[in-house]
């Protein structure tokens, strides 16, 4: 982790792989945990206030760069279902592209004391 903080927080990762639930790998090989996942109804879901609406729920994830003990990653076929993609590749205007095509915002991409945080917020579908 000190390497982290002395080479200063700079852009967010340009891809994070899935290697086991949970936890996220970047193109330098630093680890992602995911530590908070948040469902909360869409925006759309919100605006027209209409009860018993069947939008999917806005999923926001929350994950910090910590190093964990070295693992064999998971196959796909291994992992569990997830709400969150096996992949993110980092798009033009502070988004992420998952593997299923969805975007997500980058709400916030900073650092909590000495740790570096990411911060995903999945868009609506049709919000290209």
């Known amino acids: 982790m000190a390497s982290a903080a002395s080479r200063?927080?700079?852009?967010?990762?340009?891809?994070?792989?899935v290697r086991r639930p949970g936890i996220y790998?970047?193109?330098?090989?630093?680890t992602w945990v995911t530590v908070v996942v948040r469902l909360g109804p869409s925006l759309r879901a919100l605006?027209?206030?209409?009860?018993?609406?069947?939008?999917?729920?806005r999923v926001t994830v929350h994950m910090w760069?910590?190093?964990v003990h070295p693992q064999e990653p998971m196959s796909p076929s291994q992992l569990p279902l997830s709400q969150l993609p096996l992949m993110w590749q980092l798009y033009?205007?502070?988004?992420?592209?998952?593997?299923?095509?969805r975007l997500w915002e980058i709400v916030d991409h900073g650092?909590?004391?000495?740790?570096?945080?990411?911060?995903l917020s999945q868009q609506p579908v049709g919000n290209d």
Do not use: F, K, M, N
């Open 47 to 57: 605006g027209r206030g209409s009860p018993g609406s069947t939008h999917e729920p």
């Open 25 to 30: 790998e970047d193109e330098v090989g630093r």
């Open 92 to 101: 033009p205007g502070r988004r992420y592209r998952a593997t299923d095509s």
């Open 65 to 67: 760069q910590i190093a």
């Open 111 to 119: 650092q909590v004391y000495t740790t570096e945080q990411l911060i």
């Open 8 to 17: 200063g927080l700079g852009e967010p990762p340009d891809r994070l792989w």
